[in-house]
């Protein structure tokens, strides 16, 4: 979670820098007037580097998952990028638009442009932008109006899955107008001096980015076609577990890494955890998924076996690589999925690192509970099976009683945030280096 914060502050402080190097927010005389111009051109360069930055994490580039810890990590960036491009492009608006009305208005009145003297002779260029000026603005103002609106949308949890994944495309459409928008308003000034030459590599590439999302080619050399071979369902889990056949393409996995799988163009790819290790000679990919929206919830009757399918991946840092001598696992509910896919890569590899295996879980089918009982054994993991009202909740405290060395291991957890991040705060409280407790967030919105 720090590389994240950390990298929203360089999104942030790294144009801001830049700009005060080039102009400043204290302009002689300072009056309302004054301020206005430049902290229009300050709030606008800011903005429109949060949203290049968004709009390029929005091509998962795989290059970039192990110095931000995983795709999972890259999107809770892209998602707070997004939040804070929207509040500085916010203040930008205002201050742009509403000086206007305030003048309108009769609160502010307009200072006189002076009068007399000669005029200031502008290239071919400069002149050009000139007179562009009025349509940009407009362009950037409606632009600003939809790139609001489907903010908002994304960060409503209850907006469809599929609308959003529609709906959140548009993004790239309000990106480049608000492109078109920075390079005729920006200061002409800018464009000799650091701040000007980020600006327009970050320009150059957010445009790029935004070309290929509306093209659909986000991720396209990582997708091979597949054909669902075989589906078991668990009736009491309300889990379905979806077996793949992989056309020639799939470069392998490492157990604990997920993918996007579509089964529906209309509904679009969704992230899965893989619950298979990789073996080339098989080509395969089992996914397990619970019935937890109105997508998963439509699975069991919509697939078919013999339907093709189109995998993109796979992306993830969860991959219980590390220096520990010995890991606490806690798969929480479906959460268990990575920790299966280990256990079978572990059981056709043995390595000689302790494991525990925490399984809380609600809900009880016996043949799953075979399942992971046999998959445990077969790689020589320690199950701790916990069943809701029954066993009662798992916590730090039960943690350490049974495993009291349970400070020299390393702790990975896939399950519901708020539970994982009680968990991450005990055992840092108790002692627990921070950097040692793996969380997957696997949340894409």
């Not at 080039?22 to 606008?44: E, I, K, N, W």
């Not at 006189?112 to 940009?136: D, N, P, T, V, Y």
């Not at 480049?176 to 150059?204: D, E, M, N, R, S």
């Not at 439509?298 to 991959?319: H, K």
Request: aromatic share 10%; glycine share 8%.
């Amino acid at each position: 979670m720090n590389r994240i914060k950390m990298a929203l502050l360089a999104s942030l402080l790294l144009p801001a820098a830049l700009w005060l190097a080039a102009d400043s927010l204290a302009p002689s005389p300072l009056t309302y007037f004054s301020f206005r111009t430049v902290f229009t051109q300050f709030s606008g360069v800011i903005g429109i580097c949060l949203m290049s930055v968004a709009m390029l994490l929005a091509l998962r580039p795989k290059w970039l998952e192990p110095h931000l810890d995983g795709l999972d990590k890259m999107y809770r960036l892209h998602k707070w990028l997004g939040i804070a491009a929207l509040v500085v492009a916010t203040l930008h608006w205002w201050w742009a638009k509403g000086t206007k009305w305030m003048v309108g208005w009769g609160w502010l009145v307009k200072p006189a442009r002076g009068a007399g003297g000669q005029q200031a002779q502008h290239g071919m260029l400069e002149s050009w932008l000139r007179g562009q000026r009025g349509l940009a603005e407009s362009i950037g103002e409606w632009a600003f109006y939809a790139a609001v609106i489907l903010i908002v949308l994304a960060l409503i949890k209850r907006f469809p899955y599929h609308w959003f994944a529609k709906t959140h495309k548009l993004l790239a459409v309000a990106y480049l107008a608000l492109a078109y928008h920075t390079v005729v308003l920006t200061k002409i000034g800018y464009w000799t001096q650091p701040v000007g030459w980020v600006l327009a590599l970050l320009l150059l590439g957010g445009s790029i980015a935004a070309v290929l999302v509306l093209l659909g080619r986000v991720g396209a050399r990582r997708k091979v076609r597949g054909r669902i071979t075989d589906l078991t369902r668990f009736p009491n889990l309300r889990v379905l577990e979806t077996r793949i056949a992989l056309a020639p393409g799939w470069q392998g996995h490492l157990a604990g890494q997920f993918a996007f799988v579509t089964s529906d163009e209309k509904e679009g790819a969704h992230p899965y955890t893989i619950a298979s290790s990789w073996n080339p000679a098989e080509q395969e990919l089992v996914f397990i998924t619970k019935a937890l929206g109105d997508h998963t919830s439509r699975l069991a009757d919509r697939l078919q076996p013999g339907m093709e399918v189109t995998v993109e991946g796979p992306y993830g840092c969860f991959d219980f690589t590390d220096e520990q001598p010995r890991q606490i696992w806690i798969g929480a509910g479906i959460g268990i999925t990575p920790f299966i896919a280990r256990m079978k890569q572990r059981a056709a590899v043995p390595e000689a690192k302790t494991i525990d295996l925490f399984h809380p879980t609600a809900d009880v089918d016996q043949n799953a509970i075979d399942l992971l009982q046999a998959d445990a054994a077969a790689a020589q993991v320690n199950l701790h099976l916990l069943v809701s009202g029954k066993d009662g909740r798992l916590d730090g405290e039960r943690i350490r009683a049974s495993i009291p060395e349970w400070a020299t291991a390393s702790i990975w957890f896939c399950g519901p945030p708020g539970f994982g991040q009680s968990l991450r705060d005990d055992f840092v409280a108790h002692g627990l280096p921070p950097e040692r407790f793996h969380q997957e967030l696997f949340q894409m919105r």
